[in-house]
């Protein structure tokens, strides 16, 4: 039974090399920081009771890779698994260092948007194209899964589906892939793929500066190495991040996993 109107859904599917639950802590904390009314879901096969989650559930279909360590193939679960009739789907190991509840104005007007392009440090968007030859060569729509929104409609309910069926026959659908591939899919691919066949109007906002993210990966972010944090200085306080002085304004995408553990330990003074 659907209990709330709208909310924030996190995946965490723990693997033996990453604490995505403890990922997931932390952007939830940041969201109650400066939106304590809003309410996050948490999607896990972890045993969690930290109450900063409204609700914690389990994948309705259950563990789809086993035998992975790689759990992307449980992402299409994420639309039957929300509470919420419109939900924003965010990756766990990201940050929401303001709040981005004005951004439901414009985005409860569609069924699906899928975040586009991604932002460096300084808030602007980036032209490295390092991270998406594979979206270039095979003329795949720019999307980035780490920030989704739908609501209950036909159109979300054939997206997954799709999505779901992607994966599903990975195997198949990799062969017409050209300039190489991962096994299984990346989320980001899958979800390119899926969109370009629905069509790529009907599922981003095109012409808008949300959804999007700032992404600290290395060559966004001119750095030799994929890690930032060896790199640059970053400042705390409350929910709010600077990178060598700079005021992060979107939600920021630290991708080094063990920065979690950063967060959550200035997190918890708050809570």
Known sequence: MLKEERGYLIVADNTEETDYVDCALALARSIKLHTPEAKICLLTSSNVTN????????????????????????????????????????????????????????????????????????N???????????????NLPDVYNAITYWRLSETAHTFFNLVKDIFNNWDEVKKTIKGGHTDPGTTD???????????????????????????????????????????MVYELNKSRIRIDTVEQMYPFHYQVKDFSKVLNKHYEQFF
Do not use: C
């Open 189 to 231: 691919v899958v979800y390119a793929i899926a969109s370009k066949i629905m069509g790529v109007e009907n599922v981003t906002l095109p012409n808008t500066s949300y959804p999007s993210m700032i992404h600290m990966k290395g060559h966004i972010n001119f750095l030799a190495d994929e890690d930032w944090t060896k790199e």
């Open 51 to 122: 109450t900063v989650f409204d609700y914690v559930v389990p994948f309705p279909y259950g563990d789809q890779a086993p035998d992975s360590n790689w759990k992307l193939k449980n992402d299409w679960q994420v639309f039957y698994a929300s509470p919420f009739r419109q939900t924003i789907k965010l990756e766990a190991d990201m940050i929401i260092p303001h709040s981005i509840e004005h951004w439901w104005t414009m985005l409860e007007k569609r069924d699906v948007v899928i975040s586009t392009g991604a932002r460096n440090y300084l």
């Open 124 to 138: 602007e968007y980036t032209t490295s194209r390092h991270y998406r030859k594979i979206f270039d060569v095979n």
